[in-house]
């Protein structure tokens, strides 16, 4: 069966040299790794990572779906064996201060709001606020709705690179042996975690080179500036790592969603596809999520063709969070039911590594994204086989392809190393049973062990609710929820820090956000962002002669500590009536918009850049390039928050009659139309009717189709300078 939404692409062709990887294809580039390494489990990635940044001269460049200042940055010792600190942020400070000359550039998705809870809080002031001004830290938005940055790449001085599924992040350091009662494996709090497996594959020469142009592309979207990634003098690799190949290609595969101005790339989707046309005796996987159900029809497919082929499947044993329940879970009894209908699922296992130590038994989290077929192919990357990885998500695999029989002693090496750390044998056992067996289920069953091994998953049936198509589709969707153009670049590149000029007005700027922030956790202030909280509020001084001037305070307040606007909008009309709450709604948008904006003309571009980092070029662009209608446009899809638009459009000097009817313009539609929702839904939880339904739902369409009514005069606009 053919991806979702592409023709089925050719049987892979192979070129002279027996390869199947195509640049522009499967893969965007190969490229010759001089070395190349496996590193399995967190405190191997950590304690090589750490080694090679403390070799750093010239550069290091994170790039992570998440990055926490609080990870403790050690190798499998679990201590600290040099002079500088655990933690990763006064790592990287020490770092940056023993060599003013190395530059740090951490790029971080800038997460959505259901993983806030998941993340460390504010992440800005202990990575670039409270840091050297050599640490730079980007949060990158730049993804399409619904899509994130879920690449996971290191580079260390244009020459050394780091790429799989392992961020620089809590909750993920482990050792191999997965010791239940390994009182390191704790995370910030104290609190510990289950045994964790993921894997990274480290790779030096040109493909460390490519990768570096992979990092200093999505820098360049993301912060709308160039990093210099040039190569060091000194090799960074790190000494107690051995290479497990030499001389080697590396094919680099990519997922980009389409959108942002940019074309679809889904290489991730096609290597998958290609690797299992060429399985003859086994493809092994350890994924997260095994969601994607074209890719089961391929597998089922080549199954059918080769009758000696197993596939052996490596997941974590169950998904525990409420969304993943519905989504990833569902997905993965669908995967299998995919196999059992195409009559090959005798030839297929999915299973879950499990441990047993002085405390008890325990299941390992498998958050790994390997793939191996054969002695043919090595694959680590950020890409599970999911929906979203193959089309939604920023995706980066690399792939060993074996032409030669060292590449193929590499691959069948690393097949053994993975198989025997879950089943509780070294590498050079694990291959004696492979050899000896000639099948992964036989050498599996085969190495017993009574402290560790690999059971069956057992998945509960498919659960059955209307709504799990929906879900689905939010969670999981093969390509964005929506496109649309973001921001684009400024071409100058804002200054750079200087010394500690400005440094009290700094100090009380970011004193102030972090109370904001300490404000919003241990205040009831976060449970006013509740409608019906607010508009308990709103309706106590409603008969009151000053409930417009308190109203109109709150909204200008609001601005000021980042409260949702549609919240407001929504309870003013919900309390006040259409009218006077249209007005008030208003006047108080506008009156926030006008405060807020006043506030980033005081700070100045300089330190609002300083402040809330490279993202501002992109906001400042958009809204710098061509006054009302730019500023209009991010009113109705807007692409960052209220209080940002208005602070780094006061801080870039846009001026104000511009500013002023670009906010109206584009705030217009919305007010109305949340003013009419928000007096009919008040009206509809307290007494539904089907008249109350379709007034709410008339009034979200006409909401989008002003928006897109109005994005469709804007773009004429400019297509006319």
């Avoid at 200093?216 to 690799?237: F, K, M, N, V, Y």
């Avoid at 200054?495 to 109370?515: E, N, P, Q, W, Y």
Wanted: hydrophobic share 45%; proline share 6%.
């Amino acid at each position: 069966m053919p991806p979702r939404g592409n023709p089925a692409p050719a049987a892979a062709g192979q070129d002279e040299s027996g390869s199947i990887l195509r640049p522009g294809h499967n893969v965007w580039r190969v490229a010759q790794a001089e070395r190349a390494a496996l590193l399995v489990d967190g405190a191997n990635y950590f304690g090589a990572l750490r080694q090679a940044m403390i070799a750093a001269e010239r550069s290091i460049a994170i790039v992570g779906w998440d990055i926490d200042s609080r990870t403790r940055l050690v190798g499998p010792s679990g201590k600290v064996e040099d002079e500088f600190p655990e933690n990763f942020g006064e790592f990287l400070t020490a770092l940056a201060k023993r060599k003013p000359l190395l530059k740090i550039n951490l790029l971080l998705w800038d997460y959505s709001v259901i993983y806030a809870m998941e993340r460390e809080a504010l992440p800005a002031i202990p990575l670039r606020w409270t840091t050297p001004s050599n640490i730079d830290l980007c949060l990158d938005d730049d993804v399409p709705l619904g899509a994130s940055q879920h690449q996971k790449i290191v580079v260390i001085d244009g020459r050394l690179a780091f790429s799989g599924g392992l961020d620089v992040t809590i909750r993920r350091w482990d050792t191999g042996d997965h010791d239940p009662a390994n009182e390191l494996r704790v995370d910030p709090a104290g609190k510990p975690y289950r045994p964790f497996h993921d894997v990274q594959l480290m790779v030096d020469g040109a493909a460390a080179a490519a990768l570096c142009d992979l990092v200093r592309d999505r820098w360049q979207r993301a912060a709308c500036e160039e990093i210099d990634l040039s190569p060091g003098r000194a090799d960074p690799w790190p000494a107690s790592v051995e290479p497990d190949v030499t001389s080697v290609n590396i094919g680099i595969a990519r997922t980009v969603a389409s959108g942002l101005g940019r074309p679809e790339c889904r290489e991730v989707e096609r290597l998958f596809f290609d690797m299992v046309r060429q399985a003859d005796r086994w493809i092994y996987i350890e994924n997260q999520f095994l969601t994607c159900t074209d890719f089961a029809h391929a597998v089922a497919k080549r199954m059918n063709e080769k009758p000696e082929l197993e596939l052996l499947l490596v997941a974590p044993m169950t998904h525990n969070t409420w969304l993943e329940h519905q989504t990833m879970l569902t997905g993965r009894i669908r995967f299998m039911g995919i196999l059992e209908e195409a009559d090959v699922a005798s030839r297929a296992r999915l299973v879950y590594p499990w441990v047993a130590g002085k405390g008890g038994e325990a299941d390992v989290m498998v958050h790994s994204k390997v793939t191996i077929v054969d002695d043919r192919f090595l694959r680590v990357g950020s890409a599970n086989l999911s929906n979203r990885s193959m089309g939604t998500d920023s995706e980066c695999d690399l792939v060993i392809e074996a032409l030669d029989a060292d590449d193929r002693a590499a691959v069948a090496a690393a097949l053994s190393a993975l198989l025997g750390e879950h089943c509780g044998a070294s590498r050079e056992e694990m291959s004696a049973f492979i050899d000896s067996k000639g099948s992964l289920f036989a050498a599996v069953d085969a190495c017993a062990c009574e402290r560790r091994g690999l059971r069956p998953v057992e998945d509960q049936g498919m659960p059955s609710r209307k709504e799990l198509a929906a879900i689905e589709a939010v969670a999981d969707p093969g390509r964005p929820i929506a496109t649309g153009e973001h921001l684009a670049d400024i071409v100058a590149s804002p200054d750079r820090r200087k010394g500690l000029s400005g440094f009290a007005k700094g100090a009380i700027l970011v004193l102030a956000i972090i109370a904001l922030g300490l404000v919003w956790k241990y205040t009831p202030l976060s449970e006013y962002a509740d409608a019906d909280t607010l508009r308990g509020t709103f309706a106590e001084m409603a008969a009151s002669p000053f409930a417009g001037p308190v109203v109109l305070a709150i909204y200008i307040i609001g601005g000021f500590i980042a409260f949702p606007l549609t919240v407001l909008i929504v309870v003013t009309a919900g309390t006040f009536g259409l009218w006077p709450g249209l007005l008030y709604a208003g006047v108080g948008s506008m009156s926030s918009a006008l405060a807020t904006y006043g506030a980033g003309r005081g700070l100045g571009r300089n330190m609002l850049r300083n402040i809330v980092g490279p993202r501002m070029n992109r906001i400042g662009k958009g809204i710098g390039k061509r006054g009302v209608p730019a500023v209009a446009a991010i009113r109705l899809v807007p692409i960052a928050p209220f209080t940002l638009v208005n602070l780094v459009a006061g801080a870039l000097r846009i001026p104000v009659l511009d500013y002023t009817l670009g906010t109206i313009l584009g705030l217009a539609p919305g007010i109305i139309v949340l003013s009419v929702m928000g007096d009919r839904v008040f009206a509809l939880l307290a007494d539904p009717s089907l008249t109350d339904l379709a007034i709410v739902l008339a009034a979200i369409l006409c909401w989008i189709g002003l928006a897109f009514g109005l994005q469709h005069i804007v773009t004429k606009w400019r297509q006319t300078d």
